[in-house]
């Protein structure tokens, strides 16, 4: 029962993450679908949550159950190899060897079900497909226009991974300079670093609420013109700018 109720907490925040994030995608994709070169377009963030929670919470939580069910077998593998690695005695090479590839091949399998998750979720939140359909054809449009723009993704996340640590960094710095230098009661404090790890944990989860799920906007979005481009040869939404840039990006090969 007890393993049964900490699957379903785990489940249960699975979900709740991938509606946050599939909330964003419904948005982005609101954003990009109603702007073209002439006009800015708009998205309602109430839509998405309706969307999300009645229309489409089966799919999100089959998503999120599989991620949860891999992310369960991965901490289980990981454990049943480091007790074997314990108890190895002589042949403890060969179950080194044999647990660090059990390991990456569950860490593989886990990426890979993350990447499925999010392609999924961006196709859905345009055709409003069942999640194995969205998967299935998320991936498909993925590999056809998208990877050419793989590099824009793994921009997006470095950036918000940077604008994270940038904003915990100076939460904490300015924190412990405020109590050295200003109010002066550093030295009532019998160590310093409680309130400043508080306020810096704090500052994470403020930050990765707020500007944690850009990369996910920005995958929605590329999903969102590659449809375009499937079903018009070209973009034809966005928004003024974005066309811009495209046009400026590709040349004569933005149509």
Not at 100 to 112: A, D, G, Q, W
Request: proline residues 1%; contains cysteine; charged residues 15%.
């Amino acid at each position: 029962m007890l393993c049964f109720s900490s699957f379903g907490l785990l489940w249960i925040m699975a979900f709740v993450r991938d509606k946050m994030k599939f909330i964003y995608m419904i948005s982005a994709t609101q954003y990009y679908y109603t702007s073209n070169k002439d006009k800015e377009g708009s998205a309602s963030v109430c839509s998405g949550v309706a969307i999300a929670n009645f229309k489409h919470a089966g799919s999100i939580a089959f998503g999120s159950f599989i991620h949860t069910l891999v992310a369960v077998l991965k901490a289980i593998v990981d454990a049943l190899v480091d007790a074997a690695e314990k108890k190895g005695g002589e042949q403890s090479g060969i179950i080194v060897c044999i647990g660090c590839l059990l390991k990456c091949c569950m860490s593989c399998i886990e990426n890979m079900i993350e990447y499925i998750n999010a392609n999924a979720y961006a196709y859905m939140a345009v055709s409003g497909d069942a999640y194995c359909k969205s998967a299935w054809n998320g991936f498909m449009m993925n590999l056809k226009h998208l990877v050419k723009f793989y590099f824009a993704d793994t921009l997006a996340g470095m950036f918000v991974f940077m604008g994270i640590l940038a904003i915990v960094a100076l939460n904490g710095g300015s924190c412990y300079l405020i109590m050295q230098y200003g109010f002066k009661n550093s030295h009532q404090l019998t160590s310093i670093w409680v309130p400043l790890v508080l306020i810096m944990v704090a500052s994470f989860i403020i930050a990765e609420l707020f500007i944690g799920f850009f990369s996910i906007a920005v995958r929605s979005t590329l999903m969102s013109m590659a449809i375009d481009i499937e079903l018009n040869g070209s973009p034809k939404f966005g928004t003024p700018s974005f066309h811009e840039k495209m046009e400026a990006a590709l040349g004569d090969d933005y149509i």
